[in-house]
């Protein structure tokens, strides 16, 4: 029997034209790399933003490489190219004409410019999938805004209904909008690549963060769109169910997710709480919601009396869904996420090593690899022009 790599990474033998910097993009073609791809990364001279932004950055021997930058690159060739000189567009175009799917993520127009546009492209290269991400679209009033994700979580409504109670907007703590929408184009990148099976024709895919706030709204957006209600800030409880929501131990906190009545009961009685298991108004979940703050402060003050981890042996014993809260320490000396190896360290050209996350799925029940570190920049622009037969730089 086979393993599910023995014949090739999913997307092997298909090449990315990486034309995309910061966040949203680099998401998208690292999941491509982490599924086969070869995954050309053109950079300017200077790099991609993210190589500046820190503090934090690694440094090792002869490298100093930022986290950020580490964080979304893994599996990627670089080449820089100066896409304002003759040869620099040249090389460009050389390597999008070996490609399989171009991404970029600047504002609409801007690749157009440079003779590098859907139109343009579509024409000499009528395989070539198209994938463009923008902060707000190809069209409308707002197209030629730029988009970042402070700016579309609060557009999007996002902030509007994070948060405390109470309390001004909150931006969720991590990128949402631009990991979402990573998502979201590579998604629609790899249907389009399945569609070019059947027709032999590329197509231009948009993806915008604004859309991708809006959608990831879901049931939150459901509330206005089909009650009128306008979503308010609840921290961490859920609207539509109770307990559902993170609660102090005697020693730290947890989540905990009763989704039904059942998981109600032997919730109350894994943590000894029979006053509230024989109370007929939290017999039902609508009960348990319309009695919201009461509740809430009954199990604050049960769940005091244990540790979290007694908690957490109480309530799993009982199959009620539970979780420690954890930092990212707790995250990454955690026995499953140990067992899983979801920290993989890989060979980098100037750093000697990295620690990367390892690709987020599996085939067959195997993880596939990381193939590359992070490059440095420009690591790849002398094997790639070969690779086309072009000269190297001067």
């Known amino acids: ?33 982490d599924l086969g791809a070869d995954v050309i990364k053109i950079e300017p001279p200077g790099g991609d ?22 964080s979304v690159n893994r599996g990627k060739r670089s080449v820089q190219l100066d896409l304002k000189t003759p040869d620099g567009l040249d090389a460009a175009r050389a390597v999008i004409g070996s490609a399989d799917i171009l991404v970029e993520n600047f504002r609409p127009g801007t690749l157009d410019r440079f003779g590098l546009g859907w139109d343009a492209l579509h024409a000499l290269h009528p395989r070539l999938i198209y994938g463009a991400v923008s902060g707000f679209g190809q069209s409308g009033p ?28 909150v931006r ?70 109770v307990p559902y929501g993170t609660y102090p131990c005697g020693d730290g906190f947890i989540n905990v997710a009763v989704g039904n009545d059942s998981l109600w009961r032997r919730f109350c009685a894994a943590l000894d709480l029979p006053d509230l298991a024989s109370d007929a108004r939290l017999d039902s979940n609508e009960g348990r919601v319309a009695h919201r703050e009461e509740l809430n402060a009954a199990l604050e003050r ?12 109480r309530l799993d014993t009982a199959g009620v869904p539970c979780g420690p809260v954890y930092d990212m320490k707790d995250v990454f000396d955690d026995p499953h996420v140990r067992d899983q190896r979801l920290a ?8 000697g090593t990295t620690t990367v996350t390892a690709a987020p799925w599996s085939f067959g029940g195997e993880r596939p690899p990381v193939r590359r570190g992070p490059p440095t920049l420009g690591q790849h622009t002398d094997e790639v022009l070969a690779e086309l037969g072009l000269p190297p730089r001067p």
């Open 1 to 33: 029997m086979t393993t599910p790599f023995e014949t090739g990474l999913p997307l092997s033998g298909v090449r990315v034209a990486d034309f995309t910097r910061v966040l949203t993009g680099p998401f998208c073609t690292m999941l491509l790399a």
């Open 302 to 313: 049960g769940m005091a009396r244990y540790t979290r981890a007694e908690v957490m042996a």
């Open 172 to 241: 969720v703590g991590v990128a949402v909008a631009d990991v979402f929408a990573g998502s979201l184009i590579t998604q629609a990148l790899l249907a389009a690549l399945y569609a070019r099976e059947k027709t032999g024709r590329g197509q231009r895919v948009d993806v915008n963060l604004l859309e991708g706030v809006i959608a990831l709204g879901t049931s939150q957006v459901s509330r206005y769109l089909a009650a009128g209600e306008i979503p308010a800030p609840m921290g961490n409880d859920h609207r539509s169910i």
């Open 142 to 169: 707002y197209r030629d805004r730029a988009g970042y994700d402070v700016i579309a979580q609060g557009m999007g409504g996002l902030m509007s209904y994070n948060g405390e109670e109470g309390r001004p907007p």
């Open 49 to 70: 933003d993210t190589r500046a932004w820190g503090p934090p950055f690694q440094q090792s021997g002869q490298g100093r490489e930022s986290s950020y930058f580490l």
């Open 344 to 351: 993989v360290t890989v060979p980098h050209a100037t750093l």
